[in-house]
C-alpha cells in the first residue's frame, strides 16, 4: 500500500530528551517536508529536503533537526533546545517541489 | 512574501454549494494554487489545485480570477462530512496559513 508513513502516532517524552519521529514514504518522491501544528492551529514548516543529502530550514526550525541519508526517509530529531515540543507533527512529500503535497497521519508528541 | 489570506470560518447548509475564497494578490505567474483540507486530527488531503484556467475534479470546482489574485473553491453539493479546515497554498512557498473551518450543517 503506497504511501507516508509516520511512527509513533502518540509519544510521550520527558523535558529534556532528544526524541526521533520516523517518516517513511514509498511514493518514490524527491521532496519530502516536515510540519508542526499546534491546536486549533495552522501547519509550520520546520525542514524540507528537495532531493537525498540535501535539507533546508524553514519557517521554524531552531531546534529541530533531520537527516535525508536515503530518498524514502526523513526523520525529525525534536531536541531539547526546542522550547515548547508538545504538538502534532505531520511529515509530507512530493515527486518535486511544487508539487502536489501528500501527507501522512502525523504524530502527536507529548513532552512532560 | 507570497501570503494567501482566507476567512477565518464559514457555514454551509448541507446539499448547498459551499464557495470558499482565497486573496493570494502576491502569487506570481507561474506559481500555482493549491488547495487542502484537514479533518481534525489528520494529515491535510489534495482537493484541487489550478494555475489560471478553472479546473473541475470529482472533490471540488475551482475559479481563478482572470488578475490571478484570488480564486474560489467550490464544493457543489457540501455534505456532513465535508467539515474541515480548508487551506489555500501557493505551492512554491509551502506555507499553509490557518485555513478556512468549514462547518457543514443539517
Known amino acids: 500500500d503506497g504511501g507516508i508513513t509516520q511512527s509513533p502516532k502518540y509519544l510521550f517524552r520527558k523535558e529534556g530528551q532528544n526524541v526521533t519521529l520516523s517518516c517513511e514514504q514509498n511514493?518514490?518522491?524527491?521532496?519530502m517536508y516536515w510540519y508542526r501544528q499546534d491546536p486549533g492551529q495552522g501547519l509550520r514548516l520546520i525542514y524540507y529536503?528537495?532531493?537525498?543529502?540535501?535539507?533546508q530550514k524553514g519557517d521554524i526550525a531552531e531546534g529541530y533537526s533531520v537527516s535525508r541519508e536515503k530518498k524514502e526517509s526523513f526523520p525529525l530529531t525534536v531536541t531539547s533546545a526546542q522550547k515548547n515540543p508538545t504538538a502534532f507533527y505531520l511529515c509530507?512529500?512530493?515527486?518535486?517541489?511544487?508539487?502536489?503535497?501528500?501527507f501522512g497521519e502525523g504524530s502527536w508528541l507529548t513532552v512532560v | 512574501d507570497a501570503k494567501t489570506t482566507q476567512p477565518t470560518s464559514m457555514d454551509c447548509a448541507e446539499g448547498r454549494a459551499a464557495n470558499l475564497p482565497c486573496n493570494h494578490s502576491?502569487?506570481?505567474?507561474?506559481?500555482?494554487v493549491y488547495w487542502y483540507r484537514q479533518i481534525h486530527s489528520q494529515g491535510p488531503q489534495y482537493i484541487i489545485h489550478?494555475?489560471?484556467n478553472n479546473e473541475t475534479n470529482e472533490m471540488a470546482s475551482l475559479i481563478i480570477t482572470e488578475d490571478r489574485k484570488s480564486s474560489t473553491l467550490i464544493l457543489p453539493h457540501a455534505t456532513l462530512r465535508d467539515t474541515a479546515v480548508y487551506y489555500c497554498?501557493?505551492?512554491?512557498?509551502?506555507?499553509f496559513g490557518t485555513g478556512t473551518r468549514l462547518q457543514v450543517t443539517l
Open positions: 509530507a512529500s512530493s515527486a518535486q517541489s511544487g508539487n502536489t503535497i501528500y
Open positions: 497554498v501557493n505551492a512554491s512557498k509551502l506555507t
Open positions: 489550478g494555475l489560471k
Open positions: 529536503s528537495q532531493i537525498v543529502n540535501d535539507f
Open positions: 511514493l518514490n518522491h524527491d521532496a
Open positions: 502576491t502569487i506570481s505567474g507561474n506559481e500555482y
